[in-house]
């Protein structure tokens, strides 16, 4: 006996095929010499229905079951069966591995035994196939619980395409035959695989093997199916009743027993004995020319006068076909699969109600239901909750092949404190080609901070009838994917200042012990330190060989404590926390600095977020973030401090982006929410790339960039579409004529403050005016790409007809391809149709996109034409400090990053209260700093917070939570 499970895979035998042939024995079973398959255990049924015989193994070639009892004609009968169906399985592997070469499909027998008959048998017949069998033995009083959780590994490996549970019947349990997943049970012993069988729905079930072994032996004996008599003894469970649907459905008459019966017979054209062991049969109970098929142990001695065969090998053949069946169904499963997106009704109320309100309303999809009416495999989605579900990255290498679909990109002209609605653009846009035209399409958006929420802005879930839902869980911590960055941010902070003072009150020595400690009297390099090594130039992997001078290099980073850049984070407006003061304990012996904290969302580990294309990559970003200076002027990053691995375990999670759903059950991509000012404002590589390949050829990706055209797109198409390598096929841009009114000259507008009049009453004037300033502007930002605008006039109630056609008149005039109204908010995607046909429209002509700059170009010139081609500007003035840092970046290699520019989104230019079209000023650059993790260089035009304040009367104060329904009211 085993007392541990044992694991050992069987290379495939590269020996010749076998088949099943017809004679004219009658009796067909088991030689005392071959090992019982399939008996009267609940257990060993297979897979895949049997199919036709074709080409030249014809019925009218194969040897038939006659009235002779001569021996080898018994024999002929199983081996031509073999090398029929061998054959076939054969060709069926080819056409299989055509088409996925990398694919080996692999049986995984599980027995409780040591004996090893049955595993020579089915690798015997898997090497004639080209298969891989896999063993997993476990001690002969293995429990249910054993049993389980090899079966769940199993489950879970997707390299075992069929499971094979050789068991004592006592051992298999419902629980144990219903833990197996049905796509994996080829012996067809699950409840549900039974259920398909007797149902006639095979298209995802399989055959027992040894039903379909005894189907095929019965069909080779001369007497007709239709009509026939057939008795079966013994095998009450899934294979008795697999037999008995397949022997109705061809129209036999079966008789059962739980014993051989003289009486019954005599009755029967054929016998057909389930049970295990022997099981005399004199033959003047049989009729003449009956077929007598034993499927347990040994059938008769060889003093009755009957020859022997064995029904194993044709039954190990059928398993190994059901196999290869079952690996074809993965294979195609693994293919794009056509979109059953169900969509959600809508029934807009008027007056609106309030968004939290709305939400409530609707009942979501289960998000399981969403990603497979999407295309997504079980595989690839964790759920959390019911209505969320992180969706795993290997969709991209699932669909590496499929051809992604039209790429939108909604921007905005230069927005108002209030905001003119991106977001619910997205959303309505999205609703309307999904549930209204019936097209596949993805919205991706960014997840909002806790800072607004709970400040003056409030969610980023849309609002009105056009919301992801359930919008408190979309606003409200979602899948922590923020807590991940507050955490990995603020473990490399931790890491620096502890690093500056274990540096600083350590000799060489004792700082090498500790760095490199001996673990039971052996020391290592941890891969991490290795890597540090070989940045140094030192080859040298043992650390008792290293030289005085190399250990010092290695164990001093040396950081100067003002050119420390990195800053703590957390997810709060939180005023005080702009300048701070750390080691003020006396446990940090005097080690006291000035810093501060940012909002999490402005974290360089969010802007990388975003930008990775994978696990690998964002592991790499993250190491070669620079924290700050040594003392000498040399970067130190974050591999350098050790600590790279560990954020990419903190992050491991948040790099998977969550689906949700719209109002209309159109579904979302919620990932990564980097800060619009310092970072690059846009939703994750990752989230589009996923959604293209899943909309199809033929569908649309929606996704946001934050601001203004002239910060927020600008940013995506030089910055992220350079990291992804995607290209876009249409701009929305997103107006309000109360946002054209305050560009034509309007009284400012503010949060909490009544709008005045201009912005309630018709003024054409005002329209005019913004219309002929900024709205043009950003239409030619859009043009400087090469990507055909589309204007979507985000309708509000106080907006006459008037206004509204003068603003799509005179776009067109400035160059959109179209510009219509928008009443999403007020009716969903039904009121963003006139949108969605002028983005398919749109999305059918040739795109031009081009970058604005080269990557060669210098840092002074890139910044220079961003700030003439798209602000405006004369020209740009750099301070002394900004010139200085470009010299360093230019020495340190970092020339070659993107610009990503940190100024007001309230205005071309630097000036907040410059409205319209501002000309005639130069851009300032007080300071410039680099993302090198995130791959840019960012120029700070003016003042720029990073961490936000909350005002006199913020969000929280109608935020609330009822404690016995728990249910949140307030949030908007």
């Not at 029904?311 to 074809?328: E, I, Y």
């Not at 922590?480 to 540096?503: C, F, S």
């Amino acid at each position: 006996m085993r007392l541990s499970t044992l694991r050992h895979a069987c290379r495939n035998l590269p020996t010749p095929s076998v088949h099943q042939p017809r004679t004219g024995v009658r009796v067909f079973g088991l030689a005392k010499s071959s090992l019982p398959l399939g008996p009267s255990s609940n257990s060993q049924l297979l897979l895949r229905a049997a199919s036709s015989v074709s080409g030249t193994t014809s019925a009218e070639k194969a040897p038939k079951l006659g009235k002779q009892t001569d021996g080898p004609g018994y024999e002929n009968t199983i081996s031509f069966s073999c090398r029929e169906n061998v054959q076939r399985t054969k060709e069926e592997m080819v056409a299989l591995q055509r088409g996925h070469p990398a694919l080996k499909p692999t049986l995984a027998i599980i027995q409780a035994d040591e004996d090893d008959r049955l595993l020579e048998l089915n690798k015997k017949m898997a090497g004639k196939i080209g298969l891989n069998v896999t063993q997993i033995c476990l001690p002969r009083e293995c429990t249910e619980d054993e049993i389980i959780e090899e079966v769940l590994k199993l489950n879970e490996d997707p390299r075992v395409h069929g499971v094979y549970l050789h068991l004592p019947p006592a051992s298999l349990t419902s629980r144990v035959l219903n833990t197996l997943r049905p796509e994996k049970d080829v012996d067809g012993v699950s409840d549900l695989n039974v259920g398909r069988l007797v149902r006639g729905d095979m298209n995802q079930g399989f055959i027992p093997p040894l039903a379909n072994a005894v189907m095929e032996l019965l069909a080779r004996h001369d007497t007709p199916m239709e009509g026939r008599t057939v008795l079966v003894v013994g095998g009450e469970g899934p294979l008795g009743v697999a037999l008995q649907c397949l022997m109705q459905r061809r129209g036999m008459v079966v008789l059962h027993s739980r014993r051989s019966s003289e009486v019954l017979q005599k009755q029967a054209n054929a016998v057909v004995l389930l049970a295990a062991g022997h099981m005399d049969v004199p033959p003047t109970w049989l009729r003449p020319g009956t077929a007598v098929i034993h499927c347990g142990s040994a059938l008769m001695t060889e003093d009755h006068g009957m020859e022997m065969s064995g029904v194993g090998p044709l039954t190990a053949a059928l398993r190994m076909q059901n196999v290869v069946q079952s690996s074809s169904r993965w294979a195609q499963g693994q293919q794009y699969r056509p979109w059953t997106l169900r969509s959600l009704k809508l029934q807009p109320l008027s007056p609106v109600p309030s968004d939290i309100e709305i939400s409530r309303a609707q009942t979501p999809k289960p998000v399981d239901q969403l990603a497979q009416e999407i295309g997504l495999l079980q595989e690839e989605t964790e759920a959390y909750g019911r209505t969320k579900a992180k969706v795993r990255l290997s969709l991209l290498d699932r669909l590496r092949e499929q051809p992604d679909g039209k790429y939108v990109l909604v921007a905005g002209i230069t927005p108002t404190p209030l905001g003119e609605g991106k977001s619910t653009v997205v959303i309505g846009l999205v609703q309307a080609l999904s549930a209204h035209l019936k097209l596949n399409s993805f919205a991706c958006l960014r997840q909002p901070s806790q800072g607004p929420t709970f400040g003056v802005k409030g969610g980023a879930a849309g609002g009105g009838y056009a919301q992801v839902i359930p919008m408190e869980e979309f606003n409200l911590h979602l899948t922590g994917d923020i807590h991940a960055i507050t955490a990995a941010n603020n473990l490399v902070a931790a890491a620096i200042d502890a690093r500056m003072l274990h540096e600083a009150t350590q000799k060489d020595k004792a700082l090498y012990s500790r760095l490199v400690p001996s673990v039971n009297g052996v020391r290592r390099f941890s891969p991490i330190q290795i890597a540090r090594l070989r940045r140094l130039g030192i080859s040298e992997i043992d650390p008792s060989a290293l030289m005085p001078q190399e250990v010092s290099s290695f164990v001093r980073l040396d950081l100067d404590p003002a050119k420390v850049t990195w800053q703590r984070v957390v997810d709060t407006n939180d005023r005080f926390l702009r300048k701070i003061t750390v080691g003020q304990a006396s446990t940090e012996k005097g080690h006291v600095r000035e810093t501060q904290f940012d909002i999490a969302v402005a974290s360089e580990i969010m802007a990388i977020l975003a930008l990775a294309d994978g696990l690998g990559d964002m592991k790499t970003r993250l190491g070669r973030m620079v924290v700050g200076s040594s003392r000498s002027g040399q970067p130190v990053t974050a591999e350098d401090l050790g600590v790279s691995g560990a954020l990419a375990v903190l992050m491991k999670d948040a790099i998977k982006p969550t689906l949700m759903q719209t109002l209309e059950g159109s579904p979302v991509f919620v990932h990564a929410g980097p800060f619009a000012n310092i970072a690059h404002g846009n939703s994750s590589v990752l989230a589009d790339k996923l959604a293209l390949k899943l909309v199809g050829e033929d569908g649309f990706v929606v996704t946001e960039a934050g601001f203004g055209a002239d910060i927020g797109m600008e940013k995506f198409f030089n910055i992220k579409c350079r990291a992804s390598g995607l290209r876009p096929n249409v701009v929305v841009l997103v107006a309000t004529v109360r946002a054209l009114k305050m560009h034509g000259g309007g009284p400012n507008v503010s949060a909490g403050s009544p709008l005045p009049r201009e912005y309630i009453d018709e003024n054409l004037s005002l329209v005019v005016k913004g219309c002929s300033s900024n709205l043009r502007k950003q239409i030619q930002i859009a043009h400087l790409f090469g990507v055909p605008v589309v204007v979507a006039l985000n309708v509000f109630k106080t907006d006459t007809q008037a206004e509204i056609d003068l603003v799509c008149q005179m776009a067109k005039e400035s160059g959109a391809s179209d510009a219509v109204p928008c009443h999403h908010w007020a009716r969903g995607g039904r009121g963003s149709v006139e949108l969605a046909q002028a983005v398919k429209q749109a999305g059918s002509q040739p795109s031009h996109f081009q970058f604005l700059y080269s990557q060669e170009t210098p840092i002074v010139e890139k910044i220079r034409m961003i700030a003439q081609k798209v602000y405006g500007a004369d020209d740009i003035e750099l301070s002394p400090e900004a010139q200085a840092k470009i010299d360093y970046y230019n020495q340190q290699g970092y020339g070659k990053l993107p610009i990503c520019m940190a100024k007001t989104h309230l205005s071309l230019s630097h000036l907040p209260e410059k409205k319209g079209t501002p000309t005639g000023f130069t851009l300032p650059i007080r300071d410039i700093r680099a993302s090198i993790g995130a791959g840019f260089i960012y120029p700070l035009v003016g003042t720029m917070s990073t961490m936000p304040g909350l005002p006199t009367r913020p969000c929280f104060y109608d935020i609330d939570l009822d404690p016995v329904t728990e249910e949140i009211t307030g949030l908007f």
